[in-house]
Nanobody, 124 residues
Framework: QVQLVESGGGLVQAGGSLGLSCAASGVAFRDYDMGWFRQAPGTEREFVAAISRRATIIDYAESVKGRFTISRDNAKNMVYLHMNSLKPEDSAVYYC?????????????????WGQGTQVIVSS
């Protein structure tokens, strides 16, 4: 059974930092491209960042470039998202995602597995 479990969400003030983690199990982690998506109330789930299975390709949404950093540790089956200079508009539920098909940019339709999500709230 494949599981992606996010952690690290919470409440932070604008301008602050927060780190998210995603632990994968039940899957050959190094065979998957990994990504983070987010969804605010009343909006579609949107792409945030992605990292290829060997970390040779990294991609970010324009809205988070220069502020967010995605990384992975294949030995630990973990993917991370470090978020700096947070803005109220970054508030959303953040989802970890795994894609077996190597297709870039990473799109929702290519996601094989989703985590349950972790809430991030940025107060102004």
């Amino acid at each position: 059974q494949v599981q992606l479990v996010e952690s690290g969400g919470g409440l932070v003030q604008a301008g602050g930092s927060l780190g998210l983690s995603c632990a994968a199990s039940g899957v050959a982690f190094r065979d998957y491209d990994m990504g983070w998506f987010r969804q605010a109330p009343g909006t579609e789930r949107e792409f945030v960042a992605a990292i290829s299975r060997r970390a040779t390709i990294i991609d970010y949404a324009e809205s988070v470039k220069g502020r967010f950093t995605i990384s992975r540790d294949n030995a630990k089956n973990m993917v991370y998202l470090h978020m700096n200079s947070l803005k109220p508009e970054d508030s959303a539920v953040y989802y970890c995602a795994a894609s077996f098909v190597s297709s870039w940019p990473l799109h929702r339709r290519n996601i094989d597995y989703w985590g349950q999500g972790t809430q991030v709230i940025v107060s102004s």
